[in-house]
């Protein structure tokens, strides 16, 4: 579920973003081999810092990219693209 739904439940499904959300979420299996979050809600700490809160938190908090992001292993770039798409 795209943070605009999440966010503004009443406002609609605008396709656009959620198609650019749905699509960074690909991106991440691809590059990872997991989801990034288990649920799309605002309970589950991985998908509020992916998409409603801190998208750069994301990468120190997920299991898969933390100790990548420690040791500089992930490109800043790749995390700016994240951040900026979502």
């Known amino acids: 579920m795209a943070p605009e739904i999440v966010k503004r ?13 749905s699509l960074g979420v690909a ?5 990872y081999g997991i989801p990034p979050f288990t649920e799309a809600s605002k309970d ?7 998409a409603i ?8 908090k997920h299991a898969r990219t933390a100790k990548q992001i420690m040791f500089g292993e992930i ?4 995390v ?3 951040s900026d798409v979502f």
């Open 44 to 50: 589950d700490n991985l998908y509020g810092f992916f």
């Open 53 to 60: 809160n801190y998208p750069k938190m994301f990468f120190k």
């Open 9 to 21: 439940p009443k406002s609609g499904f605008e396709g656009k973003p959620a198609d650019i959300f």
């Open 80 to 82: 700016q693209l994240f």
């Open 75 to 78: 490109d800043k770039s790749l």
């Open 27 to 31: 991106f991440f299996i691809m590059l």
